[in-house]
């Protein structure tokens, strides 16, 4: 008798742990929270690059007149990124999300192009607002990759704690939470442009 | 045996993962000269410029030199060791870092988020490339290291005010060594179950040791007096439970002290010296070569 008052006590005590611990309902909601403020971050400094490159190319285009193509596809690949309509839940919605992700990947790569024609004209690489315009894509790119990592780990972190034990069940049960879609290493989106003189 | 099973699922849930990088050195100070190439006089000279500026303006300046990169990038481990030593303060993300890397001959200024409004990635790069660049090509080390940061403090002046309260988010966090010490409770409960001696045992060492570990590295005299707590507690706590119906709600008094009671108040961080307080970083900043 006494050993089975001590084991409902025991089982009861664990179940208040778990709801003082939350059983992961504030956990999982913290963590989603992290994660939209996290894509927030990776919505705005993408941003920042599309409000940079119409700068960019006038600049370049003033001493390359030459490379209109590649200029073509800078501005093509920016308006494809603009009139992309971003839906609101796009980190539950893989399709949108690899959408927006290639068009950023073909905007990194339409840049990237851009800066090594650049390499061809000392005259624009020499030019103060060419190279004030160098270092704040340099900067935009550096904080990509930033609000990508962080997003990433954001999203790892959320998956993993309504995956766990006993999450999950608190999850399937109240929340309904779905896993969110963590960005893939792409060629082109990974890397910086590299800008060497 | 279920039930400890389900223990230790339950404690595992709770194991704090950390993620370090590989080798951001130890933050030592306003400069932090690890790849040799400030001289003392003027090593001393920037620390007291730093220490000025941060008492007057609270903005965080930190140089690191590193004699190598090997092999990573220098924005990445700039952001790295910003978000390792959380220079500026919390609230107002108002750190600075000064990178050089000696043999690939990398520079990089890592700014703070509360910052980047004035010193912008061009600011940066203008610092870079028009100040610090020139003397570090004639390998006046010394003199880039003293324009480029009398540079920093001159765009930064009047941005930030010494002693001004930031906004405080309230932290509603609950705190892992309370979390800790409940499931610490609950294993000694299941070994004084089996036996008192064992629960004293457990209470005896675990106590001591995750004060230790989770709250701060306390003396032997302190270990010492939790052992005896703990053992206290072991014994006491299984019998509190093992007591008949009608006192069952004397030991949710009991308990209640015991497990708020002897948490040793809040955590402290950063024992001395010098440290960040807490200032997060974006990725903004710009890089350059000499």
């Known amino acids: 008798m006494r050993k089975g008052s001590f084991f409902i006590k025991l089982v009861l005590s664990v179940f208040v742990l778990a709801a003082l611990s939350g059983c992961g309902y504030n956990t999982m909601q913290k963590n989603e929270e992290g994660v939209k403020a996290a894509w927030g971050d990776v919505e705005a400094t993408y941003q920042r690059r599309n409000d940079l490159i119409p700068n960019l190319v006038e600049v370049v285009k003033a001493y390359a007149k030459h490379e209109k193509e590649t200029l073509t596809a800078v501005t093509e690949a920016r308006a494809k990124v603009g009139a992309m309509q971003v839906p609101k839940n796009i980190i539950d919605d893989p399709k949108a999300f690899s959408q927006f992700q290639e068009a950023q990947a073909g905007m990194s790569s339409a840049l990237s192009r851009l800066m090594v024609v650049v390499e061809r004209y000392p005259d624009l690489k020499a030019n103060q607002n060419f190279k004030d315009l160098q270092h704040q894509l340099e900067g935009t790119e550096n904080r990509i990759n930033v609000a990508r990592t962080r997003y990433n780990k954001a999203v790892e972190v959320f998956n993993t704690s309504i995956r766990i034990f006993p999450n999950n069940l608190t999850n399937k049960f109240l929340l309904h939470l779905s896993l969110k879609e963590p960005f893939k290493a792409e060629p082109g989106a990974a890397k910086a442009p590299q800008v060497k003189f | ?290």
Not at chain 2, 42 to 57: H, I, N, V, Y
Not at chain 2, 121 to 147: E, H, N
Request: glycine share 18%.
């Open chain 2, 1 to 290: 045996m279920k039930r400890v099973f389900l223990f230790f699922i339950l404690l595992l849930c709770c194991v704090p993962f950390t993620a370090y990088g590989l080798d951001v050195p130890r933050l030592e100070g306003y400069v932090n000269d690890y790849a040799g190439m400030i001289h003392s006089s003027t090593k001393s000279k920037l620390e007291e410029a730093l220490r000025g500026f941060e008492q007057s303006d609270s903005t965080q300046i930190v140089i690191l030199t590193i004699p190598s990169l090997e092999g990573e990038n220098i924005e990445e481990f700039g952001i790295k060791a910003a978000e390792r030593w959380k220079i500026g303060h919390q609230g107002k993300d108002n750190g600075i870092l000064f990178i050089v890397s000696k043999q690939e001959r990398k520079i990089r200024i890592e700014v703070g988020r509360g910052l980047e409004g004035k010193l912008t990635d061009l600011m940066a790069g203008r610092i870079i490339d028009q100040i610090v660049k020139p003397k570090f090509k004639q390998s006046d080390f010394d003199g880039g290291f003293i324009a480029g940061i009398s540079a920093l403090i001159s765009t930064m002046r009047g941005e930030f005010k010494a002693g001004q309260k930031p906004v405080q988010r309230k932290q509603r966090n609950f705190p892992p060594f309370l979390t800790f010490l409940l499931f610490l409770g609950i294993f000694i409960l299941i070994l004084g179950s089996l036996s008192r001696i064992l629960g004293g045992i457990a209470g005896a060492l675990g106590l001591p040791a995750l004060v230790y570990l989770t709250v701060l590295p306390v003396g032997i005299l302190i270990v010492i007096f939790l052992a005896l707590v703990g053992l206290g507690a072991g014994f006491f706590l299984p019998s509190l439970f093992f007591a008949k119906g009608s006192r069952g709600g004397g030991y949710r008094d009991h308990g209640g002290g015991f497990f708020f009671g002897s948490g040793m108040g809040g955590h402290s961080i950063g024992g001395g010296g010098f440290s960040g307080g807490g200032g997060s970083f974006g990725g903004g900043g710009a890089s350059g070569d000499w």
